[in-house]
Every structure is written in structure tokens, then in C-alpha cells.
């Protein structure tokens, strides 16, 4: 994936322009956007509105844009922790569960962990595991329910 024009991958959003201007210029998105386009034109013209016809084009590139870049950005960290997992000999799972050992591994209502790295880290630690780990604690009911997100990037040695 690297070549003359790519960015060195030093983060995970080294390689969000990349694929972003990928897929701004696929042939996907051209379509999308055309149907788009034509259909909130038409729909504007049938509720004879003309802010819709003229805001809803607006509305639907907005859109598109959006999406490719929640996409391009979320390929990019993939690909990162996919290939910094390989350069350092570790296998690599997008998300996986951790059975609750430890306090911390039990805790909240829902937990997950991402971009889960596994194999060894030197000769002094053989076999351990590493990601971020992510537990979500509910609060309240009803209307009034809230959830909180708790991040940490942990590593676990056998």
C-alpha cells in the first residue's frame, strides 16, 4: 500500500486522504450522488418547494461526503493497527471479548475490546495481548437512562 505519494503510517489517520480521495473518485459515489441529486431536485420540483430543490442536492453531498469519510477514516485506523500488529510478529483481531479475570475486565454492562494485538512482546514476555478495551456502565431507566464509555489500552500477560 505504501509507494512514492503515500504518507508514512505514523498514526492511525495517516492514510484517511488516501482512501477518502479513492472513494470521493469512485464510480459508486458518482452514481450516488447523481440519483441523489436528480431525485432531491425532482422532489423538490413535485412538493414545489424551491428551498428543497435547492437545499436538498446540498443535503445529499453533504451526506455522501459524511459517509466516506467515517469509511475512509475507520479503514485507515484498520489498516494501521493491522500492519503495526505485523511488524512486530502479533496477530491482530478487530474486536474480541475478554473473559472478566480482574475487576477491571468485569466491569459495566457492556464491554468490548478493539484492535486486539496478540504474540509476544520481547523474550521477557512470551505471550501477552493488547488493545483498547472499552466497558460501558448504564445509569438510570427509562427517559432518564444514560450510558458512560470508559477507554483504557491495556496489555495482559499470562
Same mark, same amino acid.
Given at each position: 500500500?505504501?509507494?512514492?505519494?503515500t504518507?508514512a503510517?505514523?498514526?492511525?489517520?495517516? /492514510?484517511? &486522504?488516501?482512501? *477518502?480521495?479513492?472513494?470521493?473518485?469512485?464510480?459508486g =459515489?458518482?452514481?450516488? %450522488? @447523481?440519483?441523489g441529486i436528480?431525485?432531491?431536485?425532482v422532489?423538490?420540483?413535485?412538493?414545489?418547494?424551491?428551498l428543497? /430543490?435547492? &437545499?436538498g442536492? *446540498?443535503l445529499v453531498?453533504?451526506?455522501?461526503?459524511g =459517509?466516506?469519510?467515517? %469509511? @475512509?477514516?475507520?479503514?485507515?485506523?484498520?489498516e494501521f493497527?493491522m500492519?503495526?500488529?505485523?511488524?512486530?510478529?502479533?496477530?491482530? &483481531?478487530?474486536?474480541?471479548?475478554?473473559?472478566?479475570?480482574?475487576?477491571?475486565?468485569g466491569?459495566?454492562?457492556?464491554?468490548?475490546?478493539?484492535?486486539?494485538?496478540?504474540g509476544?512482546?520481547?523474550?521477557?514476555?512470551?505471550?501477552c495481548?493488547?488493545?483498547?478495551?472499552?466497558?460501558?456502565?448504564?445509569?438510570?431507566?427509562?427517559r432518564?437512562?444514560?450510558?458512560?464509555?470508559?477507554?483504557?489500552?491495556i496489555?495482559?500477560?499470562?
Open positions: 500500500m505504501t509507494g512514492p505519494g504518507p503510517r505514523v498514526d492511525a489517520d495517516s /492514510m484517511r &486522504a488516501v482512501y *477518502l480521495r479513492r472513494m470521493l473518485h469512485g464510480r =459515489v458518482a452514481y450516488t %450522488l @447523481a440519483i436528480v431525485g432531491a431536485a422532489l423538490g420540483a413535485w412538493l414545489g418547494r424551491p428543497v /430543490m435547492l &437545499a442536492p *446540498l453531498v453533504a451526506g455522501v461526503v =459517509v466516506c469519510f467515517l %469509511l @475512509a477514516d475507520r479503514r485507515s485506523e484498520a493497527f500492519s503495526f500488529a505485523k511488524a512486530r510478529g502479533l496477530s491482530y &483481531a478487530a474486536r474480541t471479548e475478554l473473559l472478566p479475570l480482574t475487576p477491571l475486565l466491569a459495566g454492562d457492556r464491554r468490548e475490546c478493539l484492535h486486539w494485538m496478540q509476544p512482546l520481547g523474550e521477557a514476555l512470551p505471550d495481548g493488547l488493545g483498547h478495551y472499552i466497558f460501558r456502565v448504564r445509569s438510570g431507566s427509562g432518564s437512562e444514560s450510558r458512560t464509555s470508559h477507554d483504557f489500552t496489555c495482559v500477560v499470562d
